[in-house]
């Protein structure tokens, strides 16, 4: 039975027919992300039969060769127990490859006679997994040519700028050729899972939301913590570092959705109208606090699970750097429930493990009627668990079960939702490439948000320049600098460290 009713709650989630083009169809994302989480989704029933996949890029393949590309991606990222035969044979048969010159002219003629050449109205996604740099040339391409319709949607990839002038001016760019609501800024950390039970246990349960507040609660930590050193992202990530590539996107819009207000709906704009606002209420930070409110760090060369590793510098090739490999912010929000709480917020490479999850402290008790025989009291905490393993505990004091008195004991309650659903743990994209074809832009930034959350981290990389705040080194394997222990650990409160 509860294979069947698994079977029905996909199929009862089908999308209508689309076709979906991949600038950069053949690059790493592609192989490794959006392939594999279309392969799923056409596996769980969820793909229409006339569905297409169109790899787009300026190298010259054949539509064989695509389809040998996909399967290899398929046996690199999928689990062997999820790879069907059948459902591969049905996947790779759907895609289809096109040779274009994003910049020039060639290619573009066939790939609308391709796309025109079906039913009028079809759904057509244009994901660019591309350089951002050249976002608003395709936009501006895409119009050109005929190819945007009234079901055109435009599917764009962090970084969204580097500064709030260069964020606006990519929105313009795109703005001049798309409906806002034809445009979806896709961030991976919304799709998961455990994001939008922080919706659900929030709105859906009376015991959260009424001790929601800085009445009950102590302090947020976000973290989000990466083992793995530069890989071969050198050249982008040297010239963006921590605060850009990981602050003023996934960090921030997982602390607007923890202190978001009730939307007035279940609807993209209702909330995303509550996120904008929380961003707005961020207290600023600038040249007077940014020493006493952040750290910056840089990894040096140490261990990680994979055995001993080399510092920043020397992945980098270079003598010298300033760029932050980690950063850590106490952040605060104006609002009146949130007065007075602070969030935590921390992310970096070559940390001791892989690990993103959002803690939520409660208030310690106000008395205690227990004698210090039966143990120390620790605090309530809610800890949601992005990855690995995404899940929700909530941390609690019981007695220790057996006689002998009373003795306390802190313990979880522990929902790993692979394990509670019986359920495999699909992946971000999975969900999020489907809400691209259903119009649904609830988990996408609005260009709004992308330009608040700017306006608060722009200050931040200002000042750090202006006061001269270089990067505390830290030893790789470690969870970063002794500067943000210390930024904690002088408000009375320590990391809590991922399981």
Do not use: C
Not at 123 to 142: E, M, N, Q
Not at 347 to 355: E, N
Not at 390 to 419: C, H, S
Not at 446 to 459: F, K, L, N, S
Request: a negative charge; zero cysteines; hydrophobic letters at 40%.
């Amino acid at each position: 039975m509860r294979n069947q009713d698994k079977r029905m709650n996909s199929q009862s989630l089908a999308v209508d027919p689309f076709d979906y083009v991949l600038f950069g169809g053949g690059g790493d994302l592609a192989e490794r992300k959006l392939l594999p989480a279309l392969y799923h989704r056409d596996r769980d029933g969820q793909l229409p039969a006339e569905a297409r996949v169109i790899g787009v890029s300026r190298t010259a393949r054949t539509d064989e060769d695509y389809r040998a590309f996909a399967q290899e991606a398929l046996k690199a990222h999928v689990a062997v127990g999820d790879l069907d035969s059948d459902v591969v044979a049905r996947f790779v048969s759907r895609l289809h490859y096109l040779s274009v010159d994003a910049l020039g002219e060639s290619g573009w003629d066939e790939l609308k006679a391709f796309l025109d050449g079906v039913e009028p109205g079809r759904i057509r996604a244009f994901y660019l997994a591309v350089s951002p740099t050249i976002f608003g040339d395709i936009a501006a391409k895409l119009a050109a040519k005929g190819l945007v319709t009234e079901q055109t949607r435009l599917v764009i990839e962090k970084p969204l700028g580097r500064d709030l002038a260069s964020a606006k001016a990519l929105n313009d760019a795109i703005a001049t050729h798309f409906r806002e609501d034809q445009v979806f800024r896709i961030d991976h950390y919304l799709g998961k899972e455990t994001v939008q039970n922080l919706m659900a246990l929030r709105f859906a349960n009376v015991l959260y939301e009424p001790v929601w507040n800085s009445n009950f609660i102590d302090h947020v930590q976000i973290t989000v913590a990466e083992s793995v050193g530069l890989e071969s992202r050198a050249g982008y990530y040297d010239k963006a570092g921590a605060l850009r590539d990981m602050v003023q996107n996934h960090l921030l819009q997982l602390l607007a959705l923890v202190a978001l207000e009730p939307p007035a709906a279940f609807e993209a704009n209702a909330i995303r109208d509550e996120k904008l606002k929380v961003l707005r209420a961020l207290k600023p930070i600038d040249e007077r606090n940014v020493g006493h409110l952040t750290v910056r760090g840089q990894y040096s060369a140490g261990a990680s699970p994979d055995g001993a590793v080399k510092g920043y510098l020397d992945d980098l090739g270079e003598a010298q750097s300033d760029t932050e490999t980690f950063v850590a912010i106490k952040a605060e929000i104006n609002t009146w429930r949130w007065a007075g709480v602070p969030f935590y917020l921390r992310t970096g490479k070559r940390l001791t493990k892989r690990a993103s999850e959002i803690v939520v402290t409660f208030r310690p008790i106000p008395y205690s009627i227990f004698d210090d025989s039966t143990g120390h009291i620790a605090q309530n905490r809610l800890v949601l668990r992005l990855q690995p393993g995404e899940g929700v505990k909530q941390w609690l004091m019981i007695k220790n079960p057996g006689p002998g008195g009373m003795r306390l004991r802190y313990v979880p309650l522990d929902m790993t939702f692979a394990e509670a659903f019986n359920v495999r743990h699909p992946d971000a994209y999975e969900r999020l490439l489907l809400d691209v074809i259903r119009g649904n832009q609830s988990l996408f930034m609005r260009r709004d948000e992308v330009e608040a959350a700017w306006e608060w981290v722009d200050p931040i990389l200002q000042s750090w320049g202006e006061i001269d705040l270089k990067p505390q080194g830290y030893t790789s394997g470690t969870w970063g600098p002794s500067g943000s222990i210390a930024l904690i650990e002088r408000d009375g409160r320590t990391w809590h460290e991922p399981d």
